[in-house]
């Protein structure tokens, strides 16, 4: 970028003159500042520093067209979105299937309770009519192992 004089408009390239960047952001030519440390744009003193090839790497920064450099970083930038999206996707899918196996082992679970809940009241069952029936225990197990077999058919028989 072409520094040029903000007063007079006055062209670094076509003039030849010396330029002045202030400390207030503004462009100055040797006429315009006519020997003085202050600000025609502002009405204020100031520090300057004069243009040229010699001055710090970050005052030269202000004069360089940047665009080139930001399309690149922009690019990058743009990149590395996207890659941060499909790590994201990723770490969400992972979330949703934890929470999706932890639902499941909790329906599991609560069924298996149930299970073993539905197994001791079958169980209490059992032992309380056991307990009940004791005294005709052997008359209850006749029919039974008259049913099954052999028995069954000598029953037929006699
Ligand atoms: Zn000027
Ligand atoms: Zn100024």
Redesign the pocket.
């Known amino acids: 970028m072409d520094p040029f004089c ?1 007063i007079c408009f006055k062209n670094y390239q076509a003039a030849k003159c010396e330029l002045f960047c ?1 400390d ?3 462009v ?1 030519c040797q006429e315009c500042l006519k020997g003085r440390d202050f ?4 009405n ?1 003193k ?1 520090r300057l520093m004069k243009i040229s090839n010699t001055m710090p790497q970050n005052m030269k920064k202000f004069f360089t067209d940047v665009r080139p450099e930001l399309t690149g970083v922009i690019k990058i930038v743009k990149f590395q979105d996207a890659q941060r999206a499909i790590g994201a996707n990723h770490a969400q899918r992972i979330l949703k299937e934890y929470y999706d196996s932890k639902r499941r082992l909790e329906a599991i679970k609560k069924e298996y309770d149930e299970l073993g809940k539905e197994f001791a009241k079958v169980k209490q069952e059992e032992r309380s009519s056991a307990g009940s029936n004791r005294g005709s225990f052997s008359t209850l197990r006749t029919p039974q192992s008259s049913v099954s077999g052999n028995s069954a058919g000598t029953e037929k028989k006699r």
Do not use: D, I, R
């Open positions: 903000n202030t207030c952001q503004h100055l600000c025609g744009m502002c204020k100031c």
